[in-house]
């Protein structure tokens, strides 16, 4: 096996974007390996972009320890100590390693020839890590002081692009066109659209994330381009792309600094806080189911049900027995003739009592076609105009402003020492559960319905409306559906057995 000089090149990223050395390092390591090693291969691993100091994955470092541990590297070279490692402890894991290969001395460009197992090697590494803990409290000192003062984050959200406030600070200015559609976004989630169907729309129009990803190859590796800078292409809108861009504190006007926020930021927020904190309430709050023994609970993520079984627009507590008056199921009944054929049944696992059951499909169909010929009545449409839930939204979403404020509150007392873990803890879990509540409220109550885009509801409503999307649309008209028995005698479809009863204003 011929042995080779390994050469580690680290590129650290600049503010750019762009890479720090990378030619000059490897023109560096080849340079010193002809004249020190004459006749040897040359093998370089370089790393883009990738930090020694956080413990970043850096796939071509472990190559490189892979390599030294098939005994395939003679000589070793980097630019200086640091480049291979900024940790003391990994360091000398690294060391370690390098003896068992069979490898004494790091020849660097900045720090001479390193005997790995000397004690120069190790007071090194200790002063490179602490110069990084000193490099990292700097930073964040910095970072802490500028979200105080309100200064955009070095961060590009959806919406905004970087510039400059009148002070000579950095600040967000809106890009109109990612605006309009996060306001666009906004409209729909209330209406009840899916996240994935808002997202599909949004790139039929030709928009894309705010950040770039770098493109990867088959394996997984990052391409780069003749300067060893990685290809980047713009990032897709996804369904979570949607609910960040309407959820996001930034896009409410406000700073936030490692997950809490800290104030107003200098800049124009892209949605009003009623609309930003309905949002999030809309996204967040839990559907709520009651058992048959009348104790209700939450539906999270720690209870996935069984979603195959959630095929129908009316289930889900919006039909309801007109005699027990228990929520009804949808399910499959195998009729006479036996031929099967799903069914709206009033069942016991969800407290009823068997007093009721009727065709669903054709009762879905009933249920639409009636609320779209409301929907045509002037009078109809004027009556829900007037918005009487107004009062109640502002007092909500000042409610939710009050608690994100005394959530950094305590948050401020426990960092000074005048809270204890045991105090700080138990209060953070109160607000947590009055922000639930208070999110699902505000959840619960009705946006105002002439921002629905009937029309394209309306068009949409057989194929391209979601299962989710149905259900939002007639709870916004619908308050419930009465299935009332049926009369002997009656076969087929009978609609005078569903009572419809209308939200009010």
């Known amino acids: 096996m011929t042995r080779y000089v390994a050469l580690y090149c680290r590129l650290s990223p600049r503010p750019d974007g762009s890479y720090e050395g990378v030619d000059l390092q490897e023109g560096w390591g080849r340079s010193y390996s002809a004249s020190m090693w004459p006749g040897l291969p040359v093998k ?8 020694a100091a956080n413990g970043d994955h850096r796939p071509r470092y472990e190559d490189f320890r892979a390599a030294l541990g098939r005994g395939e590297v003679a000589h070793v070279w980097a630019v200086e100590q640091s480049r291979l490692e900024r940790r003391e402890v990994e360091w000398f894991t690294l060391a370690a390693e390098l003896d068992a290969a069979g490898i004494s001395e790091l020849h660097t460009n900045r720090d001479g020839v390193v005997r790995v197992h000397d004690e120069v090697a190790g007071i090194r590494a200790v002063l490179n890590a602490g110069e990084v803990r000193k490099m990292k409290k700097r930073v964040n000192d910095r970072l802490a002081e500028n979200a105080a003062q309100g200064r955009a984050a070095g961060s590009k959200p959806f919406g905004y692009g970087h510039g400059v406030d009148e002070s000579g600070n950095k600040t967000y200015v809106i890009i109109p066109e990612q605006a309009e559609a996060i306001r666009w976004a906004a409209e729909k989630v209330l209406d009840g659209w899916s996240l994935a169907n808002i997202a599909a729309e949004l790139r039929a129009r030709g928009l894309v994330g705010a950040h770039r990803v770098k493109v990867k190859d088959a394996n997984g590796g990052i391409v780069t381009d003749a300067a060893g800078n990685p290809v ?89 027995c007109g005699v027990c008056k228990a929520p009804m199921v949808g399910s499959v009944k195998k009729l006479k003739n036996g031929k099967r054929t799903p069914y709206l049944l009033c069942h016991p696992n969800r407290g009823g009592k068997g007093c ?66 045991a105090e700080w803890k138990n209060m953070r879990l109160g607000l947590n559960e009055r922000e639930q509540r208070l999110r699902a409220e505000l959840a619960a109550v009705p946006p105002p319905a002439m921002k ?21 649309f007639l709870r916004m008209f619908i308050d419930s559906v009465t299935i009332k028995r049926a009369k002997p005698g009656t076969k087929g479809f009978d609609s005078n057995r569903v009572a419809i009863k209308w939200r009010e204003a």
């Open 356 to 421: 009721t059951g009727v065709m669903l499909e054709a009762t879905e169909q009933h249920v639409a076609d009636e609320l779209f010929a409301e929907l045509d009545k002037p009078e109809f449409l004027d009556a829900l105009t007037s918005d009487d839930h107004a009062a109640r939204r502002d007092e909500l979403t000042a409610e939710l402003t009050a608690v994100d404020a005394e959530r950094n509150e305590i948050a401020a007392e426990r960092g000074r020492g005048e809270l204890t873990l």
């Open 44 to 51: 370089v691993f370089a790393d883009a972009g990738i930090s």
């Open 232 to 320: 980047t292409r713009p990032s897709t809108l996804t369904a979570s792309s949607v609910r960040s861009m309407v959820t996001k504190p930034t896009i409410a006007g406000f700073r936030v600094h490692q997950g809490v926020i800290v104030g107003r930021g200098n800049w124009a927020p892209i949605l009003d806080e009623a609309t930003w904190q309905a949002c999030r309430a809309k996204l967040s709050a839990p559907r709520t189911v009651r058992t048959s023994d009348g104790f209700s609970y939450p539906i999270t993520d720690a209870h996935k049900g069984n979603p195959a079984g959630r095929k129908y627009t009316l289930t889900g507590g919006l039909a309801v």
């Open 452 to 472: 629905m885009d009937i029309a394209a509801a309306r068009a949409t409503w057989d194929d391209g409306m979601t299962l989710d999307e149905k259900r939002a």
